[in-house]
C-alpha cells in the first residue's frame, strides 16, 4: 500500500486508444471520476478487480433468484461491476501497473461472469419463474459458442501476430460500405460493456428468449468470421 502512494498517479495514461461504443460513451467517463480518488487513496488495481467480480456475481444471484424488481437491481449491480472492472485497468495504466498476469486475471473473472449470468437467467426462466426449458437449452448453446469464441482469438492472434482491433481493420480492408457496418455491428455486440447493457434491455422488458437468441446469433457469427479468415490467410501462406 505505501509503495503504491508513493508511485504518482498519471491520469493521461489511464485510457487506451480504441474503446467500444459503451464504454466510450459511458463506462470509462464514469470510471473516469473514481479511478483518480481510489489512486489517492492508495488502492491497488487487484483489489479493485477482485471486488468488480464480487459485485458482479451479486448480481447474477439477485438475477437468478429475484423476482422483477430484484433482477433489474442485479442487472444495475453487474452494470456498476463493470464500471469498477474500467476502473481496475484505469488505476493499473495510471499506476503503470500493467502486467500480463493481471491482464489474464481480469480476462479470467469476466469469462467467468459472462458465463455464470446466461445460467443465472436460464435457471430463472426455468424454474423460478417456472417458464419453458428453451432459455436452458439456448444457454447451453450460448457457453458452448463462448468457449470456441474464446479459444479461437487466442489462436488466431498467435498464429498470425494479430490483436483484436488488427483481425478487425484486416477483415474489413477492401470491403463494402454495408458489409463493414455490419460486420462493425456483430464486432461490437460482443464485448464486455455491451453484454451487460443488451442483458439489462432484456431483464427490463422480460425477453430473455430474444436476447439469448441475439447472442447466439452474434457469437457464432464472429467465430465463422474468424475461421473463414484464418483459412483465406492459411490458404495465402500455402499457396
Not at 469469462?111 to 424454474?127: M, T
Amino acid at each position: 500500500m505505501n509503495k503504491l502512494k508513493k508511485i504518482k498517479f498519471d491520469s493521461s495514461l489511464m485510457h487506451k486508444n480504441h474503446y467500444p461504443f459503451f464504454e466510450r460513451v459511458f463506462y470509462r467517463p464514469i470510471a473516469g471520476l473514481i479511478t483518480p480518488i481510489l489512486a489517492r487513496w492508495g488502492i491497488r488495481p487487484i483489489l479493485i478487480n477482485v471486488f468488480s467480480f464480487v459485485l458482479g456475481l451479486l448480481g447474477i444471484c439477485l438475477i437468478t433468484i429475484g423476482d422483477y424488481k430484484i433482477r433489474v437491481s442485479g442487472t444495475l449491480i453487474l452494470i456498476a461491476s463493470y464500471i469498477f472492472d474500467c476502473v481496475d485497468g484505469q488505476l493499473a495504466r495510471g499506476l503503470r501497473k500493467t502486467n500480463k498476469f493481471g491482464a489474464l486475471i481480469d480476462t479470467t473473472l469476466d469469462s467467468i461472469k459472462e458465463s455464470l449470468i446466461f445460467l443465472g437467467l436460464a435457471f430463472q426462466n426455468q424454474f423460478v419463474s417456472s417458464e419453458n426449458s428453451l432459455a436452458l437449452y439456448l444457454a447451453i448453446i450460448i457457453i458452448l459458442g463462448q468457449r470456441m469464441l474464446g479459444r479461437t482469438i487466442p489462436w488466431y492472434r498467435l498464429i498470425y501476430n494479430k490483436g483484436v482491433e488488427e483481425i478487425k481493420t484486416e477483415i474489413l480492408k477492401g470491403k463494402s460500405g454495408l458489409f463493414r457496418l455490419v460486420s462493425i455491428f456483430f464486432s461490437e455486440s460482443y464485448r464486455s460493456g455491451t453484454i451487460w447493457m443488451v442483458i439489462f434491455l432484456g431483464i427490463v422488458t422480460n425477453q430473455i428468449i430474444l436476447i439469448f437468441s441475439y447472442f447466439i446469433v452474434v457469437i457464432y457469427s464472429l467465430w465463422l468470421v474468424l475461421l473463414i479468415s484464418g483459412f483465406q490467410r492459411g490458404q495465402k501462406y500455402i499457396d
